[in-house]
């Protein structure tokens, strides 16, 4: 069954250009029960299309990353609908949702997560081992301007070399969708930017979905779409008209 059409123009701009990816109606999350319930996404309505960047921009509990961990299949919700194209993600079991992870889905977190005793090549190498039609791990890492710097470890790499093998590693499988929690939130701004570029290079390129989750409004942007997010709920969609170049960012 196809789900209902979008609310909001906001919602829906790309409609006649792109394939819908994720169509979420009225997705809601709690965690506990009773007065100790704490309501991390109250009723959210989102449609998010192939080749876009967007930004979910919010303060701490605003529910932003409780709504990228379901998008991920990181978790369920507790109601509302979440699909990813045909496949009802609400209703997946853990298999379902492992495979999920597995197959469309890349993570990019503002911890690297390395393997100290590997090489970039190697870290990103053992993601590809698992993924039915990897890009090769060169290949990921030149897309992320280390190209130079495959046979190097992680202590010899500094903090937004890592985060960019993080990036290469999560993209060496062709996910259809990259999520990106705080991507920048340990690094300086000019190391941010070299970050930001990567991911932007990624979205251009490869067309992937991407989706980042920031406190920073200025990262707005560089975004397709904007949305922000309070208390559980997206209080403001924004549509630019023109994205702005991540290597034009201050902040």
Known sequence: MNPPPSRSPALEPQAATAARVFAVRGL???????EAAVHALAGVDLDLFSGELIVLLGPSGSGKSTLLNLLGGLDVPTGGILRYRDWDLGGADEEELTQYRRDAVGF??????LIPSLT???????IAELAADPMNPEDALHLVGL????????????????????????????????????????????????????IERINRELGTLTAIITHNAVMAGMADRVFSLSDGRIVHAQVNA??????????
């Open 147 to 198: 190209g130079a710097r495959l046979d190097h470890f992680p202590a010899q790499l500094s903090g937004g070399e890592q985060q960019r093998v993080a990036i290469a590693r999560a993209i060496a499988k062709k996910p259809q969708v990259l999520l990106c929690d705080e991507p920048t939130g340990a690094l300086d701004v000019r190391t941010g930017v070299l970050v930001l570029e990567a």
């Open 242 to 251: 023109r994205r702005a170049p991540a290597s034009g960012l201050e902040w």
């Open 120 to 126: 970039a090549r190697e870290n990103v190498g053992l």
């Open 28 to 34: 809601s999350k709690t965690y506990g029960v009773g």
């Open 108 to 113: 990019v977190f503002q911890a690297y997560n």
